[in-house]
């Protein structure tokens, strides 16, 4: 069972572009997180998504950032004219149903570095 | 709100050496703990979790024991070997608000040879 894929693994983006990091949840999970990690710091919530819902959005900047989670395909977190506070190690996690929900799995992460 | 404190870093042993890093949390609800481990240049690695006072997780010798008295979620080796030199992460889960994970700042270790 492959376990959660994330593309790219490094992104260079110049200030003003827009940058799309997507995620592959495991098989047969159908809860989807995303979290940022900046330099030294631990990981910071910010949407969780289902099938095309947006759950809780509460630990996304209120602008520039989305996410979606299409009922085929990846999740997408979208940062539209990103600047140079955006670098960083952006993750997403997923999670199964049922009693095992409090499980969320990582994957390898995406580094954004915005020059 | 939610919160984990993790001590600080780096701590730095001699293989074979114990380890204890100490995560204390807050939290409204009950929730579910959990130690993250990350190498270098990767992502989180579920370690082990509990989720009811009294619960002790285990994996690959580490060890935390979910204590609702002191609000807190230790986490132990008897003999830390060079390989197990990572971050690692105290989260908290409570499904009855966010279903989101709340983190610890990390703690750093390094085991020598």
């Known amino acids: 069972n492959a376990g959660v894929m994330q593309n790219p693994r490094h992104l260079v983006r110049r200030r003003g572009q827009e940058a799309r990091l997507r995620c592959s949840p495991m098989?047969?999970?159908?809860?989807v997180y995303w979290y940022r990690q900046l330099p030294e710091e631990g990981l910071k919530f910010m949407v969780y998504?289902?099938?095309?819902?947006?759950?809780?959005e509460s630990g996304m900047p209120k602008e520039r950032f989305s996410a979606e989670f299409p009922k085929e395909g990846p999740s997408i977190l979208r940062i539209q004219q990103v600047v140079r506070g955006d670098s960083a190690a952006y993750f997403c996690?997923?999670?199964?149903?049922?009693?095992?929900?409090?499980?969320?799995?990582f994957g390898p992460g995406t580094r954004l570095t915005v020059t | 709100g939610d919160s984990v404190t993790q001590m600080e870093g780096p701590v730095t042993l001699s293989e074979e050496a114990f380890l204890t890093i100490n995560c204390t949390y807050t939290?409204?609800?009950?929730?579910?703990l959990f130690w993250y481990v990350q190498y270098p240049g990767e992502g989180l690695q579920l370690l082990l979790k509990a989720t009811k006072a009294d619960d002790k997780g285990s994996n690959k010798g580490f060890e935390a024991t979910y204590r609702k008295e002191t609000t807190s979620f230790h986490l132990e080796k008897g003999s830390v070997q060079v390989s197990d030199s990572a971050v690692y992460f105290c989260?908290?889960?409570?499904?009855?608000?966010?279903?989101?994970?709340?983190f610890g700042s990390g703690t750093r270790l390094q085991v020598q040879p």
């Open positions: 998504l289902q099938k095309e819902n947006i759950i809780d």
């Open positions: 098989k047969g999970h159908s809860h």
């Open positions: 996690a997923s999670s199964p149903t049922g009693e095992r929900v409090k499980e969320q799995y």
């Open positions: 989260a908290l889960l409570t499904l009855t608000g966010r279903r989101a994970l709340t």
């Open positions: 939290a409204t609800g009950y929730p579910s």
